[in-house]
Nanobody, 121 residues
């Protein structure tokens, strides 16, 4: 079994910063892509940022230049540094990881439980 545990959410004023962390644990052989999604009330879940095991990154246009995704492969942890936060960034943020549990098998997609980020105006 694999678990993803997020931390770092909270309430911040517009223009402020937060750093989210997500640690994967359990029966892990390797992790390929890791990423962050978010879902605001009434909206579909959307990709915020993603990072490969080699460090290549991809961002939603709405967060480019403000958010930075990084990872520590030794700790199976992915981070999301969020700067210049806006009220429209308010959402539940979920981390995800493509985890290979058994060598030479297809990776499985795991999700964290979500952490609330609220940006006040």
């Amino acid at each position: 079994q694999v678990q993803l545990v997020e931390s770092g959410g909270g309430l911040v004023q517009a223009g402020g910063s937060l750093r989210l962390s997500c640690a994967a644990s359990g029966n892990i052989f390797s992790i390929n892509n890791m990423g962050w999604y978010r879902q605001a009330p009434g909206n579909q879940r959307e990709l915020v940022a993603a990072i490969t095991s080699g460090g290549s990154t991809n961002y939603a246009d709405s967060v480019k230049g403000r958010f930075t995704i990084s990872r520590d492969n030794a700790r199976n942890t992915v981070y999301l540094q969020m700067n210049s936060l806006k009220p429209e960034d308010t959402a539940v943020y979920y981390c995800t990881a493509d985890v290979t549990v058994v060598p030479r098998t297809f990776p499985l997609d795991y999700w964290g439980q979500g952490t609330q980020v609220t940006v006040s105006s």
